[in-house]
């Protein structure tokens, strides 16, 4: 069957962990709707613990201390859990993801013996302490502090006033046991900048450690299951071997050393070692919305209403032209975030799977790219799965349907792991500084030492499918000439051409501002926030495209092939339809083009309505993780498909 061909495609790489988690959790790790929040985090908290390990998140960790070393594993292994429960996903991503994580990249080897064993087997259940109620996204001016003392050999860790507290913590209201806990070091009577440190917080009965106050966060919209809290410390010490200091490290004696001498380019390596984090909740996002999207399409198969002139039965919703605007566009876009993730996930692996040091420029690379699809798909995700909800009329407002917990335990997304608006920031700034050494500063931005053609190699840096890409936009004609608006290569120098006029009109505008305003970094970057932002979103556009592209290649047959590339027609005319203002001002399209855009649009979702079904099955999620009352009750797919195709 096709629909399993196209699984296969998007199983991708990791086909195995898929098909593992696909057979070994059932129906006892589904999400259930209409939960309080103690009785869900009880639920979530037993079932962390019965949660494989061998194919699971848990896999990233280093083989020689209980895992595998899979980095890309449990990064598919968390997107797969979040097709039965996001709060189980989240737990999990705390456990062994941000707190477990944390201590294998920035630990040392005794305390990856004292420790992983424990954390692998949720002996230990832990926190990862950065956030505080003041400093979010903003993470290099933490207030928490940790003074050492010589005399003691301990540091001394304090919260030095409220706005200091570690807020939204996951695990701190009733599990956390431990936390990672970043902190501003100072020793010496100097400060050397944010460093973490391993911190007990509960004793064994699990009440607080002396000097560590814990708080729950409260009710929240969504994501019940995770008992997210606050933590405050009061003067509390702490070991000088509990300095997580593979980065930075203090002798005995209060001297500081470190193999990175730069303070802010050491402070932003520490934390790209931990990107897996924002690979991770992108993932999550894009499996919630190829959930709520399965829902909706096959909905829309059975429900039906009003009929035609003539007619006896109603109208299948899918049938509209109207549904299919909102189904279909969103479909493909979720076809070209699965690919595009799935590449990341690979370079992610590539890059940090190694026994020796990541590449920095490859690590930058990382970086940039999770930043943007993190953003990009967790957007797409709140947008998406509140259209499928309306898309199902008052079933799709039901809990026992599954989308409102979908919509709820989602919408955090786009602001933790990094607020989606930084992250484009931090992306834009990628493009046009190539991470230089000022790195967090805003000093690059009133430089004008800007190179148009330097900034053209950064953007023409391919992602996936070098050459069969290059050899379609080289044989699109020039300008003057027209070719077919489903023409691959004419989508890809669209998507091209807008990045890079965007990126130099930035960089135009970046040099102005420097030249009247050199003694003002702040006002030269605001004036032109809006066009930086454009600039990233162009940018993950276009490599979402060149992963599309590169996706259908994988495709076994030629019915597989056909169905993706008319999909990609989709996504590609669908964002070009979306942006046609700005292709219309600056003369990428003509009026007459831009109409033949839309009416190509509309003749796409009359060719893809007989696959809408297909494509939603490829997505391979079992009948048992979705749980959805509508669904239920639906009739037998071939007696569906055959009144359709009897034109009822």
């Keep these: 069957m096709v629909s399993e061909a196209l699984r296969d495609v998007l199983d991708g790489r990791w086909v195995a962990i898929r098909r593992a988690v696909r057979e070994e959790l059932g129906a006892e790790f589904v999400a259930v709707p209409g939960e309080t929040g103690d009785e869900a985090r009880e639920r979530i908290s037993r079932l962390i613990r019965k949660l494989p390990t061998d194919v699971g998140v848990a896999s990233a960790f280093p083989a020689g201390h209980g895992g595998s070393g899979d980095q890309g594993g449990s990064v598919v292994a968390a997107e797969m859990l979040a097709y039965l429960d996001l709060s189980l996903m989240v737990k999990a991503g705390v456990q062994w993801g941000l707190f477990g994580g944390a201590v294998v990249a920035l630990g040392n080897e005794r305390q990856h013996a004292a420790y992983l064993k424990d954390i692998i087997d949720t002996e230990i259940l832990g926190c990862f302490a950065m956030t505080e109620t003041g400093h979010g996204s903003d993470v290099q001016q933490l207030r928490t502090t940790c003074v050492y003392d010589p005399a003691t050999q301990t540091f001394d860790l304090h919260t030095p006033h409220e706005a200091a507290r570690k807020d939204y913590i996951g695990n701190a209201a009733r599990d956390g046991r431990m936390a990672v806990v970043f902190a501003q070091l100072i020793t010496g ?134 549904h299919q605007r909102k189904l279909l566009p969103a479909l493909a876009t979720s076809y070209a975030y699965a690919f595009a993730q799935e590449e990341l996930v690979g370079t992610l692996a590539d890059v940090q799977g190694g026994s020796g040091p990541a590449d920095e420029h490859q690590q930058r690379e990382l970086e940039s790219r999770a930043a943007g699809l993190k953003a990009m798909q967790t957007w797409h995700a709140t947008h998406t799965i509140q259209m499928c909800r309306e898309a199902c009329g008052g079933a799709g407002y039901l809990a026992e349907n599954r989308l409102p917990g979908l919509k709820a335990d989602t919408d955090v997304f786009t602001t933790f792991e990094g607020d989606n608006t930084v992250l484009l920031q931090l992306v834009a700034k990628g493009l046009l500084t190539g991470y230089r050494d000022a790195f967090g500063s805003l000093d690059g931005w ?3 030492t800007f190179v148009a053609e330097q900034v053209r190699e950064m953007v023409l840096e391919r992602t996936a499918a070098r050459a069969l890409i290059q050899r379609l936009v080289s044989a699109v004609p020039g300008r003057g000439e027209e070719v077919a608006v489903t023409d691959r290569g004419w989508h890809l120098t669209m998507f091209e051409d807008r990045e890079k006029h965007v990126l130099e009109g930035a960089i135009r505008r970046l040099r102005s501002g420097a030249a009247t305003k050199k003694d003002r970094p702040f006002e030269i970057f605001n004036d032109v926030q809006d066009h930086v932002l454009k600039t990233a979103t162009a940018h993950i556009d276009r490599i979402t495209l060149e992963a599309f592209v590169a996706g259908i290649e994988r495709a076994p047959g030629t019915a597989e092939k056909a169905l993706l590339n008319k999909l990609c027609d989709l996504y590609a005319l669908t964002v070009i339809e979306a942006d046609k203002g700005w292709f219309l001002e600056h003369g990428r399209l003509t009026p007459a083009r831009s109409k033949a855009v839309t009416a190509v649009v509309n003749d796409l979702l009359r060719e893809l309505r007989p696959s809408m079904r297909t494509l939603v099955d490829a997505f391979a999620i079992p009948e048992e993780w979705l749980n959805c009352a509508i669904l239920r009750e639906e009739p037998d797919r071939q007696d569906v498909m055959a009144a359709h195709d009897a034109g009822a």
């Design 189 to 322: 009577g100097k400060s050397r900048g944010v460093h973490a440190w391993l911190v007990p917080i509960r004793d064994g009965n699990g009440d607080p450690m002396p000097g560590v106050t814990l708080g729950d966060a409260g009710p929240k919209a969504g994501l019940l299951g995770v008992d997210n809290g606050r933590i405050s410390f009061d003067h509390v010490s702490v070991p000088r071997d509990m300095l997580l200091d593979r980065y930075g490290q203090v002798a005995e004696d209060g001297t500081y050393s470190s193999p990175i001498e730069n303070d802010t380019r050491r402070f932003f390596t520490m934390l790209g070692t931990l990107v897996r984090g924002r690979v991770t909740v992108g993932g999550a996002a894009s499996a919630a919305t190829r959930e709520a999207l399965t829902i909706a399409v096959r909905y829309g198969e059975t429900r039906r209403q009003f009929t035609a002139p003539g007619a006896e039965r109603e109208i299948a919703l899918n049938d509209y032209l109207a």
């Design 446 to 448: 009133g430089r004008a």
